[in-house]
Nanobody, 128 residues
């Protein structure tokens, strides 16, 4: 089993920044894809960003159009942690943000069904 714990959510003003963290523990994989999704009230899960790697030094990152140029996904292997740095946030970014993980390098990285492990979510609220 893999446990995922998100942190870093909160209230931020528009145009501000916030960094989310996702700490993974338990079973480890040689290759893995980790992603951030979000869900606003009354809406479906929305893909935000993903990072996939096979080796300790090689990784690929993917972003939703809404996140490109504003958000950055990164990882710290020594801490088994993935981060989402959110810059120039907008009220439309308000949602519960979830971290997800899957074994292997996923080609369908933007689909929630591709991920077997999920965190409990952290609320991000952007005020205008």
């Amino acid at each position: 089993q893999v446990q995922m714990v998100e942190s870093g959510g909160g209230l931020v003003q528009a145009e501000g920044s916030l960094r989310l963290s996702c700490a993974a523990s338990g079973r480890t994989f040689g290759s893995v894809t980790m992603a951030w999704f979000r869900q606003a009230p009354g809406k479906e899960y929305e893909f935000v960003a993903a990072i996939a790697w096979i080796t300790w030094s090689s990784s690929s990152t993917y972003y939703a159009d809404s996140a490109t140029g504003r958000f950055t996904i990164s990882r710290d292997n020594t801490k088994n942690t993935v981060y989402l740095l959110m810059n120039r946030v907008e009220p439309e970014d308000t949602a519960v943000y979830y971290c997800a993980a899957a074994q292997g390098r996923k080609s369908d990285y933007s689909r929630p069904a591709a991920y077997a492990y999920w965190g409990q979510g952290t609320q991000v609220t952007v005020s205008s």
